[in-house]
T-cell receptor, first 114, second 110 residues
């Protein structure tokens, strides 16, 4: 158990809809990362937050947004969903803000868009 | 060209075999190199972490980095069925992004 909690574990929705994925980092970790994993693209970095502030951005679509709250949990919002958004979404946390060091991953949220 | 390239496999070996997993990277700014292991339906977990060129050993696992050729390898000795998983190489640099390879699926047959 990594100590990172993600909900929901599975989500099935329709195209055009909006969903919110939630992540609670390990106790004491200030950085939260979001990754998308699909069969053809592998694990793609989306965005990082450190202590409530956006720290780095990857290949995150404009339809996606994220935030980190004062209690350090994070949410990833996916809107106007398309079939191609079906993937595993992982949250990871670490103690670091810059040099990432070890990332601790949750078990992921599997999103299926029909 | 992807920043980190990895053969997706699958790779199937008999129990006890030596396994070699490889990645190449293109970004000279990468400063540290990691191997993550991901079991089916689980999140990735860190296996090995190194900053420098050369070898680093941890039990049955050896990570090798050659910065001059931008090549990283993971060797598994005396492979076990419990080693069956997807192995992801990951590289990072001055930015906060950790770039992952697509992963190699390994199956160790008993």
């Amino acid at each position: 158990d990594s100590g990172v909690t993600q909900t929901p574990k599975h989500l099935i929705t329709a195209t055009g809809q909006r969903v919110t994925l939630r992540c609670s980092p390990r106790s004491g970790d200030l950085s939260v990362y979001w990754y998308q994993q699909s069969l053809d693209q592998g694990l793609q970095f989306l965005i990082q937050y450190y202590n409530g502030e956006e720290r780095a951005k990857g290949n995150i679509l404009e339809r996606f947004s994220a935030q980190q709250f004062p209690d350090l949990h994070s949410e990833l919002n996916l809107s106007s969903l398309e079939l191609g958004d079906s993937a595993l979404y992982f949250c990871a946390s670490s103690t670091h803000s810059g040099d990432t060091g070890e990332l601790f991953f949750g078990e992921g949220s599997r999103l299926t868009v029909l | 060209q992807k920043e980190v390239e990895q053969d997706p496999g699958p790779l199937s070996v008999p129990e006890g075999a030596i396994v070699s997993l490889n990645c190449t990277y293109s970004n000279s700014a990468f400063q540290y190199f990691m191997w993550y292991r991901q079991y089916s339906r689980k999140g990735p977990e860190l296996l090995m972490y190194t900053y420098s060129s050369g070898n680093k050993e941890d039990g049955r696992f050896t990570a090798q980095v050659d910065k001059s050729s931008k090549y990283i390898s993971l060797f598994i000795r005396d492979s076990q069925p419990s080693d069956s998983a997807t192995y992801l190489c990951a590289d990072g640099g001055a930015t906060n992004k950790l770039i992952f390879g697509t992963g190699t699926l390994l199956a160790v047959q008993p």
